[in-house]
């Protein structure tokens, strides 16, 4: 039984370039929930996705990000024209229904270093 | 909005002494509340959860009351270990179905 996996665990890239963030939910599991953890800060909400479908993206950036759940294949994080700022770890979540009391399982994380 | 607060760390404490960390919330609906933690360079664990007012989470030695007349959420242990040092937030999961975070207490256990 796989949990939720993310690749890379670590990624660097310079100011200016694209990064590409995937994460493989659990098996059975269809909700997938990106957040943004800052240094020495809480996790933040970025984006919910169910396959094919963005459901809540109140959380990402209106500019340079983008994430998508295909019908194959892993969710896709996406951040363009990377900055400073955009340092960070990444962590992946899902869940097998779209239920409140349904815990997330989550990720080891995508720690994303801008340079 | 929906929101979390949790006493600020690092909290530092002996093996074998009693822990208590503090966590708030508010929120509009009737949220679920989960304690997850965090060891490093690792993803969140679920360490407990209660989806109702007077419900009790428990797991390893850990345990926590939803307290609707307080909004709280305070985690507690008995006797900690040095293998609990790590990070520990409080979160709130509620209509939306994402969750909302503390920003999370350091936890260390010295022997």
């Not at chain 2, 509009?28 to 007077?54: C, H, N, R």
Request: proline residues 5%; aromatic residues 10%.
């Amino acid at each position: 039984n796989a949990g939720v996996m993310q690749n890379p665990r670590h990624l660097v890239r310079r100011r200016g370039q694209e990064a590409r963030l995937r994460c493989s939910p659990m098996k059975g599991h269809s909700h997938v929930y990106w957040y943004r953890q800052l240094p020495e800060e809480g996790l933040k909400f970025m984006v919910y996705l169910q396959k094919e479908n963005i459901i809540d993206e109140s959380g990402m950036p209106k500019e340079r990000f983008s994430a998508e759940f295909p019908k194959e294949g892993p969710s896709i994080l996406r951040i363009q024209q990377v900055v400073r700022g955009d340092s960070a770890a990444y962590f992946c979540a899902s869940s097998p229904m779209a239920v409140s009391n349904q815990p997330q399982h989550f990720g080891d994380g995508t720690r994303l270093s801008i340079l | 909005g929906d929101s979390v607060t949790q006493m600020e760390g690092p909290v530092t404490l002996s093996e074998e002494a009693f822990l208590t960390i503090n966590c708030t919330y508010t929120a509009t609906g009737y949220p679920s509340l989960f304690w997850y933690v965090q060891y490093p360079g690792e993803g969140l664990q679920l360490l407990l959860k209660a989806t109702k007012a007077d419900d009790k989470g428990s797991n390893k030695g850990f345990e926590a009351t939803y307290r609707k007349e307080t909004t709280s959420f305070h985690l507690e242990k008995g006797s900690v270990q040095v293998s609990d040092s790590a990070v520990y937030f409080c979160a709130l999961s509620d209509a939306g179905n994402m969750l909302t975070f503390g920003g999370g207490t350091r936890l260390m256990v010295k022997p």
